[in-house]
């Protein structure tokens, strides 16, 4: 214990000096929200990964996805890494930086307002944005939070939140994107060596890969089959969520405005899908594993009253189960560090969604540059804080929040993002109706009894299908990028 806490006093030691060497570099709203837009391939590549992959993929994805499909949930991390990564550096990675720069801009709102002259997805985006991050940030600080309190025995669920929170703000507020894209390497290193330990201790502790799979097979045939027991529209609308909502995800874009030049879009992608590949495939075999580690009877704290597996403390109890208590604390600092750069992507992209898409961009134009970076301060903060207060209600499970959150911005977004960025007649009824349609069409599907991920899947394919055929029978903006 006393070495959990050593470490742990290291790591927010070293939170606030990044923050504080970030608060000195920060010289603009540009610094503080692009980093100068001056970002090298690996400080790129590993912000992308890390704010694609957190505890809300380590603690809820690998639990519930892991225990119902087995090793076919391994898929999810394959498709993550070669379509929501290396699909989107490849298609999308140069031309979202070159348009940056030929437009002037910074968010996904002003591509929207340049590309499509639209004034109500003006104001639709920033709202869109800000309404769904705060599930998804407050998902995060779930996850941490289920981990933390499995870790210290005797700490109390606010008491995690609370931590995560104010380390969160303390980089970000004072540093900005400088301090993350900085600390997110830092966090890349310690993600890429905690999974590896974790993977070795894991087979270590199931007697070897063969015993794993033939345990996981006499408890379930499919278990370990190309598709697990639940079915492969599940599995496929899981899969589609995950890989296909990056395309249009604003925090994940938001690191392609950020990034140097073409070369370090080359490097990046190479880097980035490796990294992906690694976390991503191994997070969902640990999660494969839990039916070999875990019962009602030696981890009750893993399962509800009624025996039903508690999905968000699959991961937490099953982790304790294989890791030796000397090496605990280098998986805290995998899971704490891949959920703090999470938090910091988001509440970032909220952040300028209010600020500079919504008060600097329709309220007050005139507004200066350093009155808007200190209004991003202020209201990252307040954002970090309406988080923590969602994560103290614990209002659904993890994988239910983060399906709806992605859901949600991808079928609002996609069809009007890269029918946008390809198509010279997408025009802005075309993407004005897709977003409504989209959206719409998840949340109705969602309300209705649709488990997230499907409602999302659905709604993104909608977004798809309806820009480019409102745009073909109507008039209207044609700016091609």
């Known amino acids: 214990m006393i070495t959990k806490i050593i470490v742990i006093s290291l790591y927010a030691l070293m939170i606030i000096i990044v923050g504080y060497l970030g608060m000195k570099k920060t010289k603009s709203f540009s610094d503080f929200f692009l980093g ?6 690996w400080m790129s590549a590993f912000s992308y990964g890390t704010a694609y992959f957190s505890a809300v993929v380590f603690i809820g994805f690998a ?10 949930g391994m898929w999810i991390g394959v498709f993550n890494a070669f379509i929501g990564v290396l699909g989107v550096w490849a298609l999308l990675g140069w031309r979202i930086k070159k348009i940056s720069v030929e437009y002037g801009i910074s968010t996904m709102s002003e591509f929207f307002e340049k590309r499509y002259d639209s004034a109500a997805l003006k104001v639709l985006t920033p709202i869109i944005i800000f309404v769904f991050m705060l599930p998804y940030s407050a998902a995060v600080f779930i996850g941490l939070s289920y ?13 995690a939140v609370l931590f995560m929170g104010i380390f969160t703000t303390i980089y970000l507020v004072m540093g900005g994107y400088k301090s993350m894209a900085l600390i997110d390497t830092i966090f890349g290193m310690i993600m890429t060596a905690g999974v590896i330990v974790l993977l070795i201790y894991t087979i270590h502790a199931g007697d070897g890969l063969t015993n794993i799979s033939e345990t996981l097979h006499n408890i379930q045939p499919r278990l370990t ?10 599995l496929f609308s899981l899969i589609i969520l995950t890989s296909v909502a990056p395309f249009a995800m604003p925090q994940l874009i938001q690191k392609f405005y950020a990034i140097r030049d073409r070369k370090s879009v080359r490097i990046g992608m190479v880097a980035s899908t490796f990294f992906a590949l690694l976390i991503g495939v191994i997070a969902y075999f640990m999660g494969s594993t839990t039916q070999v580690f875990l019962n009602p009877i030696d981890t009750p704290a893993a399962f509800l009253a009624n025996g039903n597996p508690n999905v968000d403390a699959l991961m937490p109890e099953m982790l304790t189960k294989v890791i030796p208590e000397s090496l605990s604390v280098i998986i805290l600092l ?6 703090m750069s999470t938090l910091a992507a988001l509440v970032l992209i909220s952040s300028s969604s209010v600020i500079k898409d919504f008060y600097a961009g329709i309220i007050q134009k005139n507004t200066s540059d350093q009155n808007l970076t200190k209004l991003m301060r202020w209201t990252s903060a307040i954002f970090i804080l309406l988080s923590m207060i969602i994560a103290m209600l614990k209002p659904d499970t993890i994988v239910a929040i983060l399906g709806i959150s992605w859901g949600a911005i991808g079928a609002a977004f996609l069809g009007a993002f890269i029918w946008g960025l390809f198509w010279k ?6 993407a004005l109706y897709s ?3 989209g959206l719409l069409t998840c949340l109705i599907l969602y309300f209705s009894g649709m488990p997230s991920p499907q409602a999302g899947t659905i709604g993104m394919g909608v977004s798809l299908v309806v820009n480019p055929l409102v745009s073909a029978i109507t008039k209207g903006n044609t700016i091609v990028p």
């Open 36 to 41: 100068g837009g001056n970002i090298g391939p």
């Open 63 to 72: 639990g519930k996805v892991g225990w119902g499909f087995g090793f076919s």
């Open 147 to 159: 981990l933390f309190t499995s870790s210290f025995p005797g700490i109390e669920y606010w008491h």
């Open 225 to 234: 089959a190309a598709i697990g027991p639940p079915g492969w529209w599940p």
């Open 334 to 339: 995998l899971i704490l560090s891949a959920s």
């Open 425 to 430: 007649r997408a025009n802005k009824h075309g």
């Open 435 to 437: 977003s409504i349609a």
